[in-house]
Each structure stands twice: as C-alpha cells, then as structure tokens.
C-alpha cells in the first residue's frame, strides 16, 4: 500500500502540524485508510470507517460460522415479521 500513498511532502519553512478535516474509509478503502494515517505524523482528528473490519484475531471458520448464525436469525425474524 505504501507505494499507492501520496504522503505529504516535507515542509522544511514550515514545521508546525497541519491539521486537516476528516478521513473516510469503506471496506477496503478502510484498510488503506488505517495504514496511511499510521504512516503520517498529524493524522485528522475525525476517522470514519463504513463497512465492518472483520476481526483480525478470529479463526476465519469461526467468524463466518457466527456470521451465518447471525444472518438466519434475522432472516427468520424479518419473515415472521412480512409473510408471503
């Protein structure tokens, strides 16, 4: 990823941090997101990331087991709920 980033370039008149507004980041576009602002030295105070980071400590099996119990409960409740 780090050759895909424009990183600021080095101020040398001008030393003090910049801030900036906000970053988002989506899905993969989140991952990126993380790694850049772990490589800058004055990252923006608001970070929104969408889309879910799945756990990165979790036995993938585990997850999509879990994943898969979640979305057959939803699905049973919203068909109790619109019939037909």
Do not use: H
């Amino acid at each position: 990823i780090k050759d895909a980033l424009l990183l600021p370039v080095e101020d040398e008149e001008n030393t003090s941090p910049r801030p900036w507004g906000a970053a988002l980041g989506q899905s993969f576009g989140g991952f990126c997101m993380m790694t850049y602002l772990s490589l800058i030295p004055n990252p923006p105070k608001i970070c929104l990331l969408t889309g879910g980071i799945a756990p990165m400590l979790t036995n993938i099996d585990d997850v999509y087991c879990a994943l898969r119990e979640r979305v057959k409960k939803r699905n049973f409740k919203y068909y109790e709920r619109y019939p037909g």
